[in-house]
């Protein structure tokens, strides 16, 4: 079984490895014993199949008749073919290398040819360009004069547009700055035809100023035209140059390649912010597509930023500053930008700091409040940016690439509010901080009414520009300012001052609520209650950091939470060193826990009632379901464990005031020696002590008579119905409990002293057998007496406790105590 005689078969088959493997099967006599008679019977195979085939065989010579013939017969023709065959093999191999030598040559040329075709393009367009360049040149700045005789506003047309002054970007960006201005300084227009329709003149000018105007309008459109096709053939050229950048030929052209695009920037800057200031809409598009096709979107951004919105945002400013220096701040806000500067492709120009010091040291506490200003800006950007943005927004415009409310209005506008107004990013005042933070994000809505699609809303919303001026609002710090102050309120009114006693801890920390009206009865509830609203109060709440502020109320729970609990502990173990913020529990009366267990439940059913809809509310509709009830449903276990306090709270009150009751029944002991005194009556009233059991609970339940008429009528009781049936219960069973074990111990000990009275008369035989025992003529014994009268003080503290609305039989220790002093035919309760 374990010689596997398949494996001798395997052409990889290792007799000692064979050997090695078997061994530790077979001892090595078996091994050789099996191959014995494995060889034995190859053998016997082996003849066997030679004496099948023997005779052939042995024919075979004799068949096999001319052989060396037949095989030189057929060597001729082999010998032939294999001659044919190694000739075409030959020609065969010679063949490939003809054709890869061929195929190189041909890549080589294809090659060369591929890079003069480059040069060729790269010199064609670059000529082109520079050829258009100098037509852009020759056309003139202005109208001829017979055009625009009738309009001395217009600029002079013998400067040369080489020689144009660099500073007539800010000469008209003054004057946009400078535009008719409202009662209250509110910059109405922004350009002399803006409101006269898409292209439009003035429309209270003459004709000839309006022929003037039109003939500007053309001529710039003209120059708009051919300023977007020398981007379209600079946009080849940088194509070409980018793939040529290291043939010499494309390094030697590198300074025309420059100067050309510095040469387009210039007067491409130029157009555009004259269209922009005169609302020339062709003007701008033609513009806005050059950029795109120079992928230079950030420097038309840039432009449109500096030109156009910084004047209008300095304007606005100054006007809510009393409207002195406005149009110096609008001046001297355009004059940040540099005209000459060449265009980069996503790469803006870094912005300047330099403003007004007047503007930045006039903020005041009220000035730094952003609603008036956010408003002065809302009017003096939405026309233009309308303007601006229909023209991006438009069908098949190709300008989806610009991002002007983000980079442009929303950078702009950041920029000047931290330089004039940087007080009202601080979050020292909170109050201030969050009208400003909110004033911000209804800015950010109105910008975002801009957007025409969800697209580029998210464009707009993921642009670097949006982030900062969010970050811009330090709202941990916020939260941290609000935290303190909330959490403050409480810890205050929770943790009593270091030096206070234990009763002064207790007072101060379960007095009386100063005022009450929301159903509470405790100062340090009311505080709760108040920092509980306040968290999500309009005047403090912030959405986006709703998760902080949904902890922080779970933390004020949590920590009213741990109060009652640190006291309740401090009370059972005698001491607050265990248990730290307890001190309060330690000299907390009855009425006091009474207060604690009331406040309790009315928190815990105020939060599920009405504060978790409010507070759910204040999420917003932009939260998930799945959100909502998720802090649905945290804030609901925060008052179930405010609920679940309750137990606690009531047990301690139950057992002190059990306490109290139990003090009342020390009398009891005294029955028996009561009634040893010779002649004592039978009992036939209960005992003095039995109506003050139950007083201690009677005290708690009512209190201070005139205290509870008032909160009565004001509807503030603090006693519910299952507070009062819960504490009475509890009580009742504890006092009736000790009751019993008291009244057995009595009726035992009455009943062990007359057992052994009667064993020693009758062994004194002071009297005979049978007569009658001490007891006087009534016949009944002293130990009869003494459950005579436990019996009497048992009916009477039924009836008592019937007048707490609680049936005796109801409480399971008042059945045992009865059974233990009821005469045999009183077994059955009745009082």
């Known amino acids: 079984m374990w010689l596997d005689k398949s494996a001798f078969l395997d052409p990889s088959f290792d007799p000692d490895a064979y050997i090695a493997t078997v061994r530790r099967i077979a001892p090595l006599e078996s091994v050789r014993a099996e191959l014995r008679e494995h060889l034995a019977a190859l053998k016997s195979e082996l003849v066997e199949l030679i004496n099948r085939d023997y005779n052939d065989f042995v024919n075979l010579s004799t068949k096999l008749v001319d052989v060396d013939g037949a095989v030189l017969r057929m060597r001729v023709p082999l010998t032939e073919l294999r001659a044919q065959l190694l000739a075409v093999r030959g020609s065969v191999a010679v063949a490939p290398a003809a054709l890869e030598d061929g195929l190189r040559r041909r890549a080589e040329a294809a090659t060369a040819r591929q890079i003069l075709e480059l040069l060729l393009d790269t010199s064609n367009v670059l000529s082109k360009v520079e050829k258009l360049l100098l037509e852009l040149h020759a056309m003139p700045d202005a109208p001829?004069?017979?055009?625009?005789?009738?309009?001395?506003?217009?600029?002079?047309?013998?400067?040369?547009?080489?020689?144009?002054?660099?500073?007539?970007?800010?000469?008209?960006?003054?004057?946009?700055?400078?535009a008719a201005v409202a009662g209250n300084g509110v910059?109405?227009?922004?350009?002399?035809?803006?409101?006269?329709?898409?292209?439009?003149?003035?429309?209270?000018?003459?004709?000839?100023?309006?022929?003037?105007?039109?003939?500007?309008?053309?001529?710039?459109?003209?120059?708009?035209?051919?300023?977007?096709?020398?981007?379209?053939?600079?946009?080849?050229?940088?194509?070409?140059?980018?793939?040529?950048?290291?043939?010499?030929?494309?390094?030697?052209?590198?300074?025309?390649?420059?100067?050309?695009?510095?040469?387009?920037?210039?007067?491409?800057?130029?157009?555009?912010?004259?269209?922009?200031?005169?609302?020339?809409?062709?003007?701008?598009?033609?513009?806005?597509?050059?950029?795109?096709?120079?992928?230079?979107?950030?420097?038309?951004?840039?432009?449109?930023?500096?030109a156009v919105i910084a004047p209008l945002v300095a304007q606005a400013l100054a006007a809510g500053a009393g409207g002195k220096g406005g149009a110096a701040a609008a001046a001297a806000a355009a004059g940040q930008y540099q005209e000459n500067t060449p265009l980069s492709p996503k790469s803006p120009s870094s912005p300047t700091s330099s403003s007004s010091s007047s503007s930045?040291?006039?903020?005041?506490?009220?000035?730094?409040?952003?609603?008036?200003?956010?408003?002065?800006?809302?009017?003096?950007?939405?026309?233009?940016?309308?303007?601006?943005?229909?023209?991006?927004?438009?069908?098949?415009?190709?300008?989806?690439?610009?991002?002007?409310?983000?980079?442009?209005?929303?950078?702009?506008?950041?920029?000047?509010?931290?330089?004039?107004?940087?007080?009202?990013?601080?979050?020292?005042?909170?109050?201030?901080?969050?009208?400003?933070?909110?004033?911000?994000?209804?800015?950010?809505?109105f910008l975002e009414g801009f957007c025409t699609s969800r697209e580029?809303?998210?464009?707009?919303?993921?642009?670097?520009?949006?982030?900062?001026?969010?970050?811009?609002?330090?709202?941990?710090?916020?939260?941290?300012?609000?935290?303190?102050?909330i959490a403050g309120l409480l810890d205050d009114a929770l943790v009593p001052p270091a030096a206070s006693s234990a009763a002064a801890a207790a007072r101060v920390a379960v007095q009386r609520a100063v005022a009450p009206g929301v159903g509470l009865a405790l100062q340090a509830s009311v505080v709760l209650w108040e920092a509980l609203q306040r968290c999500w109060h309009p005047a403090v709440f912030i959405p986006c950091i709703a998760d902080k502020f949904l902890r922080l109320t779970l933390q004020l729970l949590a920590r009213f939470s741990k109060w009652v609990t640190a006291g309740v502990a401090a009370r059972r173990a005698g001491t607050a060193a265990d248990s730290p913020g307890g001190e309060w529990g330690l000299a907390a009366t009855p009425e006091d826990l009474a207060l604690v267990w009331h406040d309790l439940l009315v928190l815990s059913s105020n939060i599920r009632a009405a504060y978790v809809g409010e507070l759910v509310q204040q999420l917003g509709p932009g939260v998930a379901g799945e959100v909502r009830a998720a802090v649905r449903g945290e804030v609901e276990s925060a008052a179930d464990g405010l609920h679940a306090l309750t137990a606690h709270v009531a047990a301690l009150l139950s057992d002190i005031t059990a306490d109290r009751c139990i003090e009342v029944l020390r009398p009891v002991r005294a029955i028996a020696a009561m009634y040893r005194v010779p002649s004592r009556p039978p009992p036939t009233r209960h005992s003095h002590y039995v109506p003050g059991v139950l007083q201690p609970l009677k005290v708690v339940l009512e209190g201070d008579k005139q205290r509870a008429a008032a909160a009565a009528a004001a509807?503030?009781?603090?006693?519910?119905?299952?507070?009062?049936?819960?504490?009475?219960?509890?009580?009742?069973?504890?006092?009736?409990?000790?009751?019993?074990?008291?009244?057995?111990?009595?009726?035992?000990?009455?009943?062990?002293?007359?057992?052994?009275?009667?064993?020693?008369?009758?062994?004194?035989?002071?009297?005979?057998?049978?007569?009658?025992?001490?007891?006087?003529?009534?016949?009944?014994?002293?130990?009869?007496?003494?459950?005579?009268?436990?019996?009497?003080?048992?009916?009477?503290?039924?009836?008592?406790?019937?007048t707490f609305r609680l049936e005796p039989t109801t409480v399971a220790p008042f059945a045992s105590l009865w059974a233990s002093v009821a005469p045999a035919d009183r077994q059955e309760m009745s009082f």
């Open 144 to 178: 001829p004069p017979s055009a625009s005789a009738s309009t001395s506003a217009q600029p002079s047309a013998s400067a040369s547009p080489a020689k144009r002054p660099a500073s007539s970007g800010s000469a008209s960006a003054s004057a946009l700055a400078g």
């Open 187 to 306: 910059v109405k227009g922004g350009g002399g035809e803006g409101s006269a329709g898409e292209e439009g003149g003035d429309a209270g000018a003459g004709t000839g100023a309006g022929t003037g105007r039109d003939a500007e309008r053309e001529l710039e459109e003209a120059r708009s035209r051919l300023l977007e096709r020398i981007a379209s053939e600079m946009n080849r050229l940088n194509f070409y140059v980018a793939k040529g950048k290291d043939l010499p030929f494309v390094r030697s052209v590198e300074g025309r390649i420059r100067q050309a695009s510095s040469t387009l920037a210039s007067h491409l800057r130029r157009c555009l912010e004259r269209g922009l200031h005169q609302r020339w809409r062709r003007v701008v598009y033609h513009c806005l597509r050059a950029f795109a096709s120079l992928d230079a979107a950030a420097d038309a951004e840039e432009l449109f930023r500096r």
């Open 456 to 485: 580029a809303l998210a464009s707009f919303r993921s642009h670097p520009c949006y982030t900062d001026f969010l970050k811009g609002w330090n709202l941990a710090v916020y939260y941290a300012s609000r935290f303190r102050e």
């Open 715 to 802: 509807g503030e009781e603090v006693w519910s119905e299952e507070m009062r049936a819960v504490v009475v219960a509890q009580v009742v069973e504890r006092v009736t409990q000790k009751f019993d074990e008291l009244a057995k111990e009595v009726v035992a000990t009455a009943r062990r002293t007359e057992s052994s009275l009667k064993l020693l008369q009758q062994r004194s035989m002071k009297r005979p057998p049978g007569a009658a025992d001490a007891g006087g003529a009534s016949g009944m014994s002293d130990t009869d007496k003494i459950i005579g009268q436990l019996f009497l003080d048992v009916q009477e503290y039924g009836r008592i406790i019937r």
């Open 360 to 445: 930045s040291s006039a903020a005041t506490a009220s000035g730094d409040l952003l609603q008036e200003v956010y408003e002065r800006i809302r009017q003096a950007v939405s026309e233009v940016c309308g303007f601006v943005l229909d023209i991006v927004a438009a069908a098949d415009a190709g300008l989806h690439v610009f991002q002007f409310l983000a980079a442009s209005v929303l950078k702009e506008v950041s920029l000047a509010l931290h330089r004039s107004h940087a007080a009202a990013f601080s979050p020292g005042r909170p109050a201030q901080f969050l009208l400003n933070y909110k004033a911000s994000l209804d800015f950010l809505a």
